[in-house]
């Protein structure tokens, strides 16, 4: 079957420490997205990417980073310089980013707590 | 500026109760289209339903409709006779046809429906 992997489900970091969260896909979607959420925030966009080897930052980009060297993968590195790192993650992704009415694919999440 | 505005953080049924959760959003372009998803304890999000401007009809699908009204920027979503399992956070979202494929999300409506 199809859809988003995300690993891993928990993850526990210590202070100063950079963290990856691998993001997966196998639906052959060229769009994918990183979402954090917060409890009362909603959800809230960190980066995306449209095609490989192309992303932009979203709304909360300053202590993440991304790469997109495969189609089907989206890792997101929460760095150092994160100062609030501890929230719940989620990726998604899109067959055709800008053009349609399509729907999103979510993962089923990272909860990140820094110990 | 918030871009969806769901106003209810909370809401607390008991089973049987009809239940709405409203959504508010702003637009910018003629063409947009919004989205209910449903995220269960879980923490996936699940899609519920998909509306594009120019379909103002309501939708019904089982115990859940929709009341879309482009004169008051609303998109409401009704649960008839509440279920336990309808126990959840649900989101409103919206896509602007020129945003290259992100969502803008509400901060979620917490709903508990009490057996």
């Known amino acids: 079957d199809g859809g988003i992997t995300q690993s891993p489900k928990y993850l526990f970091r210590k202070e100063g420490q950079n963290v990856t969260l691998s993001c997966e896909q196998n639906?052959?979607?060229?769009?994918m997205y990183w979402y954090r959420q917060d409890p009362g925030q909603g959800l809230r966009l960190i980066y995306y990417s449209q095609i490989v080897n192309d992303f932009q930052k979203g709304d909360i980009a300053e202590g993440y980073s991304v790469s997109r060297e495969k189609k089907e993968s989206f890792p997101l590195t929460v760095t150092s310089a994160q100062k609030n790192p501890t929230a719940f993650y989620l990726c998604?992704?899109?067959?055709?980013?800008?053009?349609?009415?399509?729907?999103?694919?979510f993962g089923s999440g990272t909860r990140l707590t820094v110990v | 500026a918030q871009k969806v505005t769901q106003a209810q953080t909370e809401i607390s049924v008991v089973e049987k109760e009809d239940v709405t959760l409203d959504c508010v959003y702003e637009t910018r372009d003629t063409t947009y289209y919004l989205f209910w998803y449903k995220q269960p304890p879980s923490g996936e999000l699940v899609f519920l339903i998909r509306r594009n401007s120019f379909d103002e009809q309501n939708e019904i699908s089982g115990r859940y409709s929709w009341n879309f009204q482009k004169s008051t920027s609303s998109f409401n979503f009704t649960i008839t006779a509440s279920q336990v399992v309808d126990s959840a956070v649900y989101f409103c979202a919206l896509k602007w046809s020129s945003t290259l494929g992100r969502l803008y999300f509400g901060r979620g409506t917490q709903l508990t429906v009490w057996p």
């Open positions: 998604a992704s899109t067959p055709f980013p800008g053009t349609g009415n399509y729907g999103y694919t």
């Open positions: 639906l052959n979607h060229d769009a």
